[in-house]
């Protein structure tokens, strides 16, 4: 993936992308499935963006109960309100797959060094947009775990992901127990729920790869 492609990077030319490379504020890592790339109770000059793989961003308690609070795709960034604001971090980002990211160290960007550099404004106005839509996407969770039965949460997940994917079969980024985690379920309510829906026909699936039935 061509980092001057992400959306992070939108408007800025070659040249624009090449001097702000050359400036010294990114770096690039590898990451195995299972690698904790940002950790819980640390802090961060650096939000990433992901240029391969999946990352799942994590909050685990102090008895051991996890929750999946969203997933990281190719061209997504994480980590930016911790990244801009040096507040500790709430949250691990986990490698949910073999990852690599472009890390963008965000103190040094916002230092004011960079005010005149032509891509600083049109960097800004990404940033902008980019924390909206992580806005908008943890408040798609609130809606999928509010309601109080299991059949209700998978009902609002599942039709999101159609609308989004713009067809009534599609793939979801998680698998049995990740799912549990994302919607706040036990992942064996969640297992025979799941078993009900196809029985009573309102959907096929293998693996998580979904298809909603017509009635």
Same mark, same amino acid.
Request: with cysteine; proline share 3%; hydrophobic share 40%.
């Given at each position: ?11 800025? $030319?070659?040249? *624009?992308?090449?001097?702000?490379? #050359?400036?010294? @504020? &990114? +770096?690039?890592?590898?990451?195995? /499935? ?33 929750t ?8 997504q ?19 949910? $797959?073999?990852? *690599?990211?472009?890390?963008?160290n #965000?103190?040094? @960007? &916002? +230092?004011?060094?960079?005010?005149? /550099? ?15 839509r ?58 025979k ?23």
């Amino acid at each position: 993936m061509n980092p001057v492609n992400l959306p992070i990077f939108m408007g800025l $030319s070659e040249e *624009e992308f090449e001097d702000m490379k #050359a400036s010294r @504020l &990114m +770096s690039r890592k590898k990451f195995g /499935r299972g690698d904790v790339i940002l950790h819980m109770g640390e802090t961060t000059e650096k939000l990433g963006i992901l240029t391969a793989g999946h990352v799942h961003i994590e909050s685990v308690d102090l008895w051991g109960n996890k929750t999946i609070l969203s997933d990281v795709g190719p061209g997504q960034v994480f980590g930016e309100t911790y990244a801009l604001t040096g507040d500790m971090l709430m949250v691990d980002a986990v490698a949910a $797959s073999d990852a *690599e990211v472009l890390f963008l160290n #965000a103190k040094k @960007l &916002m +230092s004011g060094s960079f005010r005149t /550099r032509p891509w600083f404004p049109k960097m800004l106005r990404n940033l902008l947009m980019l924390s909206s839509r992580k806005n908008l996407v943890l408040s798609n969770r609130i809606f999928h775990t509010s309601p109080k039965r299991v059949r209700s949460r998978l009902q609002s997940y599942l039709s999101y992901c159609a609308l989004k994917a713009g067809s009534q079969e599609f793939e979801i980024p998680f698998d049995r127990q990740q799912l549990a985690d994302y919607l706040n379920l036990d992942r064996t309510a969640l297992s025979k729920e799941l078993g009900r829906m196809k029985k009573e026909g309102l959907l096929d699936f293998r693996k998580n790869h979904f298809r909603i039935l017509e009635d």
